[in-house]
Antibody, heavy 121, light 110 residues
Framework: EVQLLESGGGLVQPGGSLRLSCAAS????????MSWVRQAPGKGLKWVSG????????YYADSVKGRFTISRDNSKNTLYLQMNSLTAEDTAVYYC??????????????WGQGTLVTVSS | QSALTQPPSVSGSPGQSVTISCTGT?????????VSWYQQPPGTAPKLMIY???NRPSGVPDRFSGSKSGNTASLTISGLQTEDEADYYC??????????FGGGTKLTVL
């Protein structure tokens, strides 16, 4: 059974940093691209970032480019999102999502339950 | 990258059919067949219902179907059931190598 478990969310002050993790199990993690998608309270889904199966190709939404870094450790079956220079607009539930293929990060067939990031003073 | 345009809400009675539209541009929906649809009941994570315009993952009922014409993709749900009540989101790959979602459509089954 595919499982994705996000962690690392919490309350952070504006300008602060946070690192999210997503522990994957139940599939060959190193064979699949992964993505982060966020959802502000009461709002719609917003794509944040994607990474290829090997980790060499990364993609970012304009709103986070230069502030967020996606990475993965295939030896630990874990996906990361390093978030710096956080603002209130980054407040959201962050979902980790598994792609349907090694580079198909645009289509995600399994999602975690999300971790809430709140940016506030 | 602007969000894809979806109607805020649609409704239908059990057994009826509804169609949700998703309008983009020639930089996303109009050029790429990388359009997906997700179902999100309240308080839960999204679930993939359609990928690459019209393909259903295993386990998704064939009552759900997808299509595309020009810059607009559509999700049709036939034989509506009360369990279909949820928010629905479309997404598309873009020419900037990013992903854009629609604003979401709330489906109410009357």
């Amino acid at each position: 059974e595919v499982q994705l478990l996000e962690s690392g969310g919490g309350l952070v002050q504006p300008g602060g940093s946070l690192r999210l993790s997503c522990a994957a199990s139940g599939f060959s993690f190193s064979s699949y691209a992964m993505s982060w998608v966020r959802q502000a309270p009461g709002k719609g889904l917003k794509w944040v970032s994607g990474v290829s199966s090997g980790g060499s190709n990364t993609y970012y939404a304009d709103s986070v480019k230069g502030r967020f870094t996606i990475s993965r450790d295939n030896s630990k079956n874990t996906l990361y999102l390093q978030m710096n220079s956080l603002t209130a607009e980054d407040t959201a539930v962050y979902y980790c999502a598994k792609a349907m293929g090694g580079s198909s990060w645009h289509k995600s067939d399994y999602w975690g339950q999300g971790t809430l990031v709140t940016v506030s003073s | 990258q602007s969000a894809l345009t979806q109607p805020p809400s649609v409704s239908g009675s059990p057994g009826q059919s509804v169609t949700i539209s998703c309008t983009g541009t020639s930089s996303d929906v109009g050029t790429y067949n990388r359009v997906s649809w997700y179902q999100q009941p309240p308080g839960t994570a999204p679930k993939l219902m359609i990928y690459e315009v019209s393909n259903r993952p295993s386990g998704v009922p064939d009552r759900f179907s997808g299509s595309k014409s020009g810059n607009t993709a559509s999700l049709t749900i036939s034989g509506l059931q009360t369990e279909d009540e949820a928010d629905y989101y479309c997404s598309s790959y873009t020419s900037s190598s990013t992903l854009v979602f629609g604003g979401g459509t709330k489906l109410t089954v009357l």
